[in-house]
């Protein structure tokens, strides 16, 4: 259903092998079958090439299927490429209109809205120009303006918003936050998982043009984020001798996962505890010893940082190899993909140290929400309590 029960989109793409045995034959998607409920927002997430670009396409009629059967019910508008049906030689108020019949909007209803369409996409002072003179980004914003006020029952929306600046994209996203609350209808495509989370209760992660998990967002981000992690349980540190490495008094050996949680190793979920454990070899006894691990932004700016001084005062290592565990009890991190690195020290100076041991990726979690809240800056959620009295 997309409109209204019983009314469905119904997809099913089946396909038959070649008969020439010189031809290799490429589905774009195969056996893939859906139905989406009126006003639900969906997000559509993959990888390059797993076939959601093509998916919208057959949605919005622009391809048809080589087999199969697609049932939409209601006025459908799409935004799948910059630009989509302006012509560069027109000015911007004349591919407005083009634009918005393009889409099925009648003339009137393009007046109606034409100053809100307008004010939308912030471009009053070049309506009466060329688009071909326009930027990306401000193709990208009068053609989604277009799109987002056609007030259609189904939106379909590609990874565009890329194009935009971050304000423009919150915008977009407030956009269809309130097309979706109207009771329409919101398929969007985005390598954005904040972005689906924020807008999406449900997503559809395709894997090689086929559906791999259908559900409820936070658990198919979840699980998509866990196939893209590139990073094993263990992590061995590299020893390269041309630094001197081998010739200091200790070296860092390793860092291993540890949670037990069916989860990605290095995945955490907002709020929730992290350990792993970090494996050193002493090649003599060494006094005063430090382990130090630091917390790293996205941006690559240090957020944080903590040393076993404060747990372990005064350690002494023996020659041989030595385990500590590091346990974060709770670990308020927004939404975000975090470094971490890792030091050793004694009392003969740094030992070893590895800026970029290893990334943490902290996923979206419903508590985690208010963190989006405009207003909020920063990365780190301190534990901070507001009581009225």
């Known amino acids: 259903m997309l409109a209204a029960a019983p009314k469905r989109v119904w997809t099913r793409l089946a396909g038959h092998g070649s008969s020439d045995p010189s031809q290799e034959d490429f589905w774009a998607l195969r056996d893939v079958s859906f139905e989406i409920p009126q006003g639900e927002a969906v997000g559509i997430i993959g990888r390059n090439g797993a076939g959601k670009s093509t998916l919208l396409k057959l949605l919005s009629r622009i391809t048809e299927p080589t087999t199969g059967r697609i049932e939409v019910e209601g006025r459908l508008a799409s935004l799948l490429e910059v630009g989509t049906g302006f012509h560069p030689e027109l000015t911007g108020r004349e591919n407005i209109y083009l634009n918005g019949a393009i889409l099925g909007m009648t003339r009137l209803e393009i007046k109606r809205r034409f100053d809100a369409i307008v004010a939308f996409a912030e471009v009053e002072q070049f309506l009466d120009i060329p688009v071909k003179h326009y930027s990306s980004g401000m193709y990208m914003r009068l053609a989604f303006s277009v799109a987002a006020h056609l007030e259609p029952e189904i939106l379909v929306v590609d990874e565009v918003l890329a194009v935009g600046d971050l304000e423009f994209q919150k915008k977009c996203l407030g956009k269809m936050e309130d097309v979706s609350h109207g009771g329409r209808t919101v398929l969007f495509v985005s390598h954005n998982m904040d972005a689906i989370l924020r807008l999406c209760p449900s997503a559809i992660h395709l894997v090689k043009g086929g559906v791999a998990n259908f559900g409820p967002a936070p658990s198919v981000v979840a699980k998509y984020l866990a196939s893209q992690s590139h990073q094993p349980p263990r992590i061995d540190f590299p020893r390269n001798s041309s630094d ?30 992290i350990s792993f454990v970090i494996t050193l070899e002493c090649h003599e006894p060494i006094r005063t010893v430090e382990l130090g691990v630091a917390l790293y932004a996205p941006t690559g700016t240090e957020i944080a940082s903590s040393t076993s001084a404060l747990s372990l005062p005064n350690l002494e290592l023996s020659r041989g190899v030595h385990h500590f565990r590091v346990a974060y009890r709770t670990l308020k991190l927004v939404p975000h993909t975090y470094g971490f690195g890792i030091g050793l020290r004694s009392s003969s100076g740094m030992e070893d140290y590895h800026p970029k041991a290893f990334s943490l990726d902290v996923l979206q979690s419903t508590e985690s929400s208010v963190t989006k809240a405009d207003g909020f800056l920063g990365y780190v959620v301190p534990d901070v309590d507001y009581v009225h009295f």
């Open 244 to 273: 001197g490495a081998l010739r200091r008094a200790a070296v860092l050996l390793s860092a291993e996962w540890t949670r037990t949680e069916n989860q990605a190793p290095w995945t955490v979920s907002y709020g929730k505890e």
